[in-house]
């Protein structure tokens, strides 16, 4: 069965530092990989996805993620975090390759300090 | 850009009531689903339709039922309301073509006292 682990509850880290939050994923065939990110009081927002070709994902905000397969891991990285970045994240993977039903990790809480 | 709207942002009911969450999308999607978010379980999948008249339950559809009459709207309820569906409902569509983003609605805080 399908499934997709965020290890870290929270994730703290300085403004203008990199970040990187952490997924792996456990599939049966090609992984179709996501990530979103949750601001208080909202739905969640789509931030990138992992199909095919090139590893390296670039989405939303300047956030990218890289997949690795021999890894089985899909982390999201930011060259230079910001403030306003602080807010819920989710990893998602494809329950399969012909539906758009998703299973999602468990979040993973990115706190930015000044 | 697509907008998915929930009708109540926090809801508040009584043990044994029936609940309605009403959900509409505006981008002519063909999926729509409906989730329940809960501190360190993430979403879980309850129901999700691919299309009007069609659902499929999804991880935890106990204690509820869902309704899709048309394209746009996408109906949850909860036949007999309990103190643990207590929960942040989230839903959210997607549409046409293989692996398409899901957009999501702000979510309906519900409690049930």
């Known amino acids: 069965a399908q499934s997709v682990a965020q290890p870290e509850d929270q994730v703290n880290v300085a403004e203008g530092n990199p970040l990187t939050v952490k997924c792996t994923y456990s599939v049966s065939g090609n992984p179709y990989l996501f990530w979103y990110v949750q601001y208080p009081n909202r739905g969640l927002q789509f931030l990138l996805k992992?199909?095919?070709?090139?590893?390296l994902v670039k989405g939303s905000y300047g956030f990218e993620a890289e997949f690795n397969k021999s890894q089985t891991s899909f982390h999201l990285k930011k060259p230079s975090a910001l403030v306003s970045d602080s807010a819920l994240y989710f990893c998602a993977v494809s329950r399969s390759y012909n539906t758009d039903k998703l299973i999602f990790g468990t979040g993973t809480r990115l706190q930015v300090f000044p | 850009d697509v907008k998915v709207t929930q009708s109540s942002r926090y809801l508040v009911k009584r043990t044994g009531e029936k609940v309605f969450l009403e959900c509409v999308q505006d981008?002519?999607?063909?999926?729509m689903f409906w989730y329940r978010q809960d501190p360190g379980l993430g979403l879980r999948l309850i129901y999700f339709?691919?299309?009007?008249?069609?659902?499929e339950k999804g991880d935890i559809p106990e204690g509820y039922s869902v309704s899709r009459e048309k394209k746009e709207r996408f109906s949850l309820i909860l036949e007999s309301a309990s103190t643990n569906q207590t929960s942040m409902y989230l839903c959210?569509?997607?549409?046409?073509?293989?692996?398409?983003?899901?957009?999501f609605g702000d979510g309906t805080r519900l409690s049930i006292l």
């Open positions: 981008m002519d999607h063909e999926n």
């Open positions: 992992y199909i095919t070709g090139d590893n």
């Open positions: 959210a569509s997607s549409g046409n073509g293989l692996i398409q983003p899901q957009h």
């Open positions: 339709s691919y299309d009007v008249k069609m659902k």
